[in-house]
């Protein structure tokens, strides 16, 4: 039996992209290559906001105690060593177990299963099989991976998937939503944009990219970054979302950059979960 490191497994409606409103479980592994300690901040700086949460981490008990943050990554618990011992490590039966506690039906119907982060696509990629063979699990119909989109499938995953996917449903039921990141995320171009990994998940399931937002500048970047996506063979939808882990930020933002999209031809997508839940963990 496998095991997964796991910082959040929760049920909501999933607030961006394409299942935009779709009831879904939120299964949220432990790890990340980044740190996006960029975002919400003057360009060049990193945001030191999660280290002072860390500086205080006796105070927090558990995941749903610890701040939400205005800068950086938002999801910080899910891959910063100092918040590590909040997510512990569950072996794929206890997980299948706690899902169908968590649907309305103790079985899925129309819900569908999110696999995010952190980044989902690093080694946990040998635990997913035995999580979606399990007896629990058979009916589910679609999943979506939330991926930075620099992790490359390993040939035994990409062939599970193939049949998970497109040879037993019958249709591309594996989606990956791909957070691709911008020079305002604080990482390196050259780490973070690359198309041939990308344009490989389109072979094995539905695959679009998710930019995170807020200026004309960055918008610039989109589109320039996009062409490289393209013309590495890419042929998905892209997406601009705006940025924002809390309201006031959002607020800002949403209008802008639906405005953005508009304007070049770009899909919009909302942040549901910000406007429906505050974004507090666990939705
Ligand atoms: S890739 Fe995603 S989870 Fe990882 S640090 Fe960046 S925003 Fe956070």
């Given at each position: 039996?496998?095991?997964?490191?796991?910082?959040?497994?929760?049920?909501?409606?999933?607030?961006?992209?394409?299942?935009?409103?779709?009831?879904?479980?939120?299964?949220?592994?432990?790890?990340?290559?980044?740190?996006?300690?960029?975002?919400?901040?003057?360009?060049?700086?990193?945001?030191?906001?999660?280290?002072?949460?860390?500086?205080?981490?006796?105070?927090?008990?558990?995941?749903?105690?610890?701040?939400?943050?205005?800068?950086?990554?938002?999801?910080?618990?899910?891959?910063?060593?100092?918040?590590?011992?909040?997510?512990?490590?569950?072996?794929t039966d206890?997980?299948a177990?706690?899902?169908?506690?968590?649907?309305?039906?103790?079985?899925?119907?129309?819900?569908?299963?999110?696999?995010?982060?952190?980044?989902?696509?690093?080694?946990?990629?040998?635990?997913?099989?035995d999580l979606l063979e399990h007896p629990k699990m058979r009916?589910?119909?679609?999943?979506?991976?939330?991926?930075?989109?620099?992790?490359?499938?390993?040939?035994?995953?990409?062939?599970?998937?193939?049949?998970?996917?497109?040879?037993?449903?019958?249709?591309?039921?594996?989606?990956?939503?791909?957070?691709?990141?911008?020079?305002?995320?604080?990482?390196?171009?050259?780490?973070?944009?690359?198309?041939?990994?990308?344009?490989?998940?389109?072979?094995?399931?539905?695959?679009?990219?998710?930019?995170?937002?807020?200026?004309?500048?960055?918008?610039?970047?989109?589109?320039?970054?996009?062409?490289?996506?393209?013309?590495?063979?890419?042929?998905?939808?892209?997406?601009?979302?705006?940025?924002?882990?809390?309201?006031?930020?959002?607020?800002?933002?949403?209008?802008?950059?639906?405005?953005?999209?508009?304007?070049?031809?770009?899909?919009?997508?909302?942040?549901?979960?910000?406007?429906?839940?505050?974004?507090?963990?666990?939705?």
């Amino acid at each position: 039996m496998s095991q997964l490191k796991v910082s959040e497994l929760f049920y909501s409606i999933q607030g961006e992209g394409k299942y935009m409103g779709v009831p879904s479980v939120f299964l949220r592994v432990f790890g990340c290559n980044f740190t996006c300690g960029g975002f919400g901040m003057p360009k060049g700086q990193i945001s030191e906001e999660r280290n002072k949460v860390a500086q205080h981490i006796d105070y927090y008990k558990d995941y749903k105690s610890l701040p939400l943050v205005n800068t950086g990554c938002d999801s910080y618990a899910s891959w910063d060593p100092n918040f590590k011992h909040l997510s512990p490590v569950l072996n794929t039966d206890s997980i299948a177990d706690s899902i169908s506690l968590l649907l309305p039906h103790s079985d899925w119907v129309d819900e569908h299963l999110v696999i995010t982060g952190g980044e989902p696509l690093l080694g946990w990629q040998r635990s997913y099989p035995d999580l979606l063979e399990h007896p629990k699990m058979r009916n589910l119909k679609e999943i979506t991976f939330e991926t930075n989109g620099t992790q490359k499938l390993t040939s035994t995953f990409k062939k599970y998937l193939e049949h998970w996917g497109i040879e037993s449903r019958g249709y591309q039921s594996v989606t990956f939503s791909v957070s691709a990141k911008l020079s305002s995320s604080g990482e390196k171009r050259e780490e973070a944009i690359i198309p041939e990994i990308v344009c490989d998940y389109e072979t094995v399931g539905y695959t679009y990219l998710k930019f995170v937002i807020s200026t004309e500048e960055d918008m610039d970047e989109v589109l320039e970054v996009t062409t490289l996506y393209r013309n590495a063979g890419f042929k998905g939808p892209v997406y601009v979302m705006p940025v924002g882990g809390v309201e006031s930020l959002y607020h800002l933002n949403n209008q802008k950059v639906a405005n953005l999209a508009m304007k070049h031809g770009l899909r919009y997508s909302d942040r549901l979960q910000i406007p429906l839940f505050k974004n507090a963990w666990g939705t």
